[in-house]
Structure formats: C-alpha cells, structure tokens
T-cell receptor, first 118, second 114 residues
Framework: DSGVTQTPKHLITATGQRVTLRCSPR?????VYWYQQSLDQGLQFLIQ???????AKGNILERFSAQQFPDLHSELNLSSLELGDSALYFC?????????????????FGEGSRLTVL | GENVEQHPSTLSVQEGDSAVIKCTYS??????FPWYKQELGKRPQLIID?????GEKKDQRIAVTLNKTAKHFSLHITETQPEDSAVYFC?????????????FGSGTQLTVLP
C-alpha cells in the first residue's frame, strides 16, 4: 500500500459526459501529480500541484482540469469525454517541493482509476 | 521539452540470464533518474534511482548506470527470476515551468522465461 488513495477504481461512462477522479496523497506529501496511461502506452504527465498551487503542466487537454484543495486532496475533471480518453489515470504524490533547484523525489502512485468511455 | 527514449520496448530472457534496458534523455539539466516497475494491473513502484552526482548504484540484483556526458542511463538486472516479469519505466527529472517533473520513457515489457 503506497498510502495514495484514488477513487473510483473503475468508471464507465458515455461520450460527451463529465467525470471527476479523486486522489488523496500520502500523509505529509504536498505534491500531487496526475498521469494518464492508455492501453500499452507509457505514463503521460498531465499536471502537478504543490500545496494547492499548479506547478507544472504536461500534455493536458483543455477539456481536462484539476485542482488541489486545502486538505491537499486533488481532483481531476474530465469533460466532453471521447472514446480516446479511455485510460488508466494515476495520481502520485511526493514530499518534494518540486522547485527548480530540487528533485521531485520518489513518487508514490495510487492504484489508478480505470476510465472506460463507451 | 524533455524527451526520454527507452529501448527495447520488449525483452525476453531466460531465467537466470541478465537483462539490460537503456534510456536516453535530452535535457542536460536533468539530475534525477528513477526506475519504476509496473506489474500487470498494478501501480508503478520505484525499484531504484540514481542522482547525477553518481555514476553507478547497485541494490542486490539490480543496478543502474548513468553517463551524463552521453545523456544515457541503463538498468541492469542479473540472475533474472520469473517475478521480474513486468513493465519497467525509466524517467528523468526535468524542468517544467517553476517546478520539476518526471518525464517517463515508453516502457519495456520484460518477460523472464522459466
């Protein structure tokens, strides 16, 4: 158990719909990262938050958005869903400040949320 | 942005043989290189990492080497066992705006044949 909790574990929805994925980081971790893993694909970085603020953005679509709340949990919102959005979405957390002069440190991944868009 | 390339995409070895996975990166400012193992249907987990001030690191049957000049790093697994079968991802810690992020390679599916 990594200490990172993601809900829901599985989600099936239709095209055009909107879903919200939730992540609770490990106790004490201030950074939260979201990754997308499509079938037989690698881990695509979407976005990072540190202590409530967005710190880095990857290849995140405009239809997707995220936020980190004061209690440090994070939500990833996916809207106007398309078939190609079907994937495993991982949340990860780390202690790291993530600033320019520092490393991210070890990332602890949750079990993922498997999204299927029909 | 940073680009991390990983080879091979699939690798099959006989139990007891060694396995080597190689990665290259493009951002010379990258300074932290972890390797993650992802078993089927599971989450990625860190197995070993190396920082840019070190050329080699070993932990039992796994080792990682880093060549900063050539911008490549490798994972070596010796005396492979069936439980080593998994997807392995390399990553590099790179600049992204005001923070650093991990950019992952595309993964290597390692199969250890009994």
């Amino acid at each position: 158990d990594s200490g990172v909790t993601q809900t829901p574990k599985h989600l099936i929805t239709a095209t055009g719909q909107r879903v919200t994925l939730r992540c609770s980081p490990r106790s004490g971790d201030l950074s939260v990262y979201w990754y997308q893993q499509s079938l037989d694909q690698g881990l695509q970085f979407l976005i990072q938050y540190y202590n409530g603020e967005e710190r880095a953005k990857g290849n995140i679509l405009e239809r997707f958005s995220a936020q980190q709340f004061p209690d440090l949990h994070s939500e990833l919102n996916l809207s106007s869903l398309e078939l190609g959005d079907s994937a495993l979405y991982f949340c990860a957390s780390s202690v790291g400040v993530g600033g320019q002069g520092s490393n991210t440190g070890e990332l602890f991944f949750g079990e993922g949320s498997r999204l299927t868009v029909l | 942005g940073e680009n991390v390339e990983q080879h091979p995409s699939t690798l099959s070895v006989q139990e007891g043989d060694s396995a080597v996975i190689k990665c290259t990166y493009s951002d010379s400012a990258s300074n932290y290189f972890p390797w993650y193992k992802q078993e089927l249907g599971k989450r990625p987990q860190l197995i070993i990492d190396i920082r840019s001030n070190v050329g080699e690191k070993k932990d039992q049957r796994i080792a990682v080497t880093l060549n900063k000049t050539a911008k490549h790093f490798s994972l070596h697994i010796t005396e492979t066992q069936p439980e080593d079968s998994a997807v392995y991802f390399c990553a590099a810690s790179t600049r992204a705006g005001s923070a650093r992020q991990l950019t992952f390679g595309s993964g290597t599916q390692l199969t250890v044949l009994p």
